[in-house]
């Protein structure tokens, strides 16, 4: 596939995981696509914790589940029925999950560009993760971001240090297939905004 396709195909998977066992070359490739990933000062923040036990998935699941349950009571109507119907995860069927996180201190306290503007360090990890995440999906792989979860439980299940921030949990390995069209938008919870209602041209200007 060239960069456009994969783009294009790239889901955020759940219910397609095949769980097979993953070939560690392919692992290691998307994996170096990953680190290839810009950095604000060069400082490479993010760290990658692969994840294939199975009692550690299991306790982070059991946690998922409850966060869904505590976002579910706040819902009502035809969105909490649109709700009760989404997964929103594929923890235990996928092959493996991989933890992307958070490092402020590397290369700190002289990094440069984020003097001003603090956030580029996390900016810097999201560019990992797509990196990581059409690699992924040029492989044949699906990956999915796990996100009903409380940062402290999750630094505490993995032994990540206090000051380093768990970003992304992502479910990760081969598929059956690639959905196409997002889940979200198959099951009604939101629509995809055509390009003309976001981009601007010289000024930003408030589109009623």
């Known amino acids: 596939m060239d960069l456009y396709e994969v783009i294009k195909r790239r889901r955020d998977v759940r219910a397609e995981f095949t769980g097979a066992e993953v070939d560690p070359e392919v692992l290691r490739r998307v994996l170096a696509a990953a680190h290839a990933a810009p950095s604000v000062g060069l400082s490479q923040p993010w760290d990658f914790v692969v994840v294939r036990d199975d009692v550690t998935r299991r306790a982070f699941r059991k946690h ?8 579910a009571a706040e819902l009502s109507g035809e969105r909490a029925e649109t ?34 503007i603090a956030e580029t360090g996390l900016y810097s990890v999201c560019l990992a993760i797509q990196n990581l995440w059409l690699a992924a999906t040029a492989e044949g792989w699906g990956v999915g971001w796990v996100s009903f979860y409380e940062e402290d439980f999750l630094r505490d299940l993995l032994d990540i240090p206090p000051a380093v921030r768990p970003v992304a949990w992502l479910c990760v390995g081969p598929v059956q297939r690639l959905q196409d069209t997002p889940d979200l938008e198959r099951r009604g919870w939101r629509t995809r905004l055509p390009l003309d209602s976001v981009v601007h041209y010289e000024s930003y200007q408030v589109i009623r």
């Open 64 to 71: 998922v589940a409850e966060q869904r349950e505590v976002f």
């Open 83 to 116: 709700f009760a119907r989404i997964k929103i995860e594929g923890i235990l069927e996928s092959s493996l999950s991989i933890v992307v996180t958070y490092d402020p201190a590397r290369a700190a306290p002289a990094v440069l560009g984020r003097h001003t």
